[in-house]
T-cell receptor, first 108, second 112 residues
Framework: GQNIDQPTEMTATEGAIVQINCTYQ??????LFWYQQHAGEAPTFLSY????GLEEKGRFSSFLSRSKGYSYLLLKELQMKDSASYLC?????????FGAGTRLTVKP | DVKVTQSSRYLVKRTGEKVFLECVQD?????MFWYRQDPGLGLRLIYF???????EKGDIPEGYSVSREKKERFSLILESASTNQTSMYLC???????????FGPGTRLTVT
């Protein structure tokens, strides 16, 4: 089975940097994903890590340490539109499981 | 452009009714998934399918069944709806060896 843990809520200020952590336990690892979900909408794909290290994509970066069962999503230069839930997900041998999500509120 | 559609955005059903939730994708994806999303619990996998007529149980299959008669369509069936099945239901699809899952807009089901 899988356990995926991430903070329930976070608040940050517009223009700042925020890091959302995710820890996981899995019987077989085949990739870690971050999704963004605005209220009332479907999740949309942000990033994918399968090897250790940092993947950068514009203002968003995602880090993975497989030995520690740990990932984080880094959001830079926060904008009001970044207010959303951020879902950490892990794929094992067969399919993907999601964490409960972190609700990020960006304040002016 | 990738597209996953679900038959309804909002649905209200009575306890004991049989409920069908339909999902269609136009990307020729092999894999399709049904999740439910509840506050504090996140997305939980109900069933998934790798191919036509194939299905696998996810984490919470009890009270649900699925049907995949055509590659583009994956149906979720609640044989006898109960109030604890009130939830947001999300369908997703991806190619067999792909990593990105594409989600539909969701169906908010209320069982009274």
């Amino acid at each position: 089975g899988q356990n995926i843990d991430q903070p329930t809520e976070m608040t940050a200020t517009e223009g700042a940097i925020v890091q959302i952590n995710c820890t996981y336990q899995t019987s077989g690892f085949n990739g870690l994903f971050w999704y963004q979900q605005h209220a009332g909408e479907a999740p949309t794909f942000l990033s994918y890590n399968v090897l250790d290290g940092l993947e950068e994509k514009g203002r968003f970066s995602s880090f993975l340490s497989r030995s520690k069962g740990y990932s984080y999503l880094l959001l830079k230069e926060l904008q009001m539109k970044d207010s959303a839930s951020y879902l950490c997900a892990v794929r094992d041998r067969s399919d993907m499981r999601f964490g409960a999500g972190t609700r990020l509120t960006v304040k002016p | 452009d990738v597209k996953v559609t679900q038959s309804s955005r909002y649905l209200v059903k009575r306890t004991g009714e049989k409920v069908f939730l339909e999902c269609v994708q136009d990307m020729d994806h092999e894999n399709m998934f049904w999740y439910r999303q509840d506050p504090g619990l996140g997305l939980r996998l109900i069933y998934f399918s790798y191919d036509v007529k194939m299905k696998e149980k996810g984490d919470i299959p009890e009270g649900y069944s699925v049907s995949r008669e055509k590659k583009e369509r994956f149906s979720l069936i609640l044989e006898s709806a109960s109030t604890n099945q009130t939830s947001m239901y999300l369908c997703a699809s991806r190619i067999l060896q792909g990593y990105e899952q594409y989600f539909g807009p969701g169906t908010r089901l209320t069982v009274t």
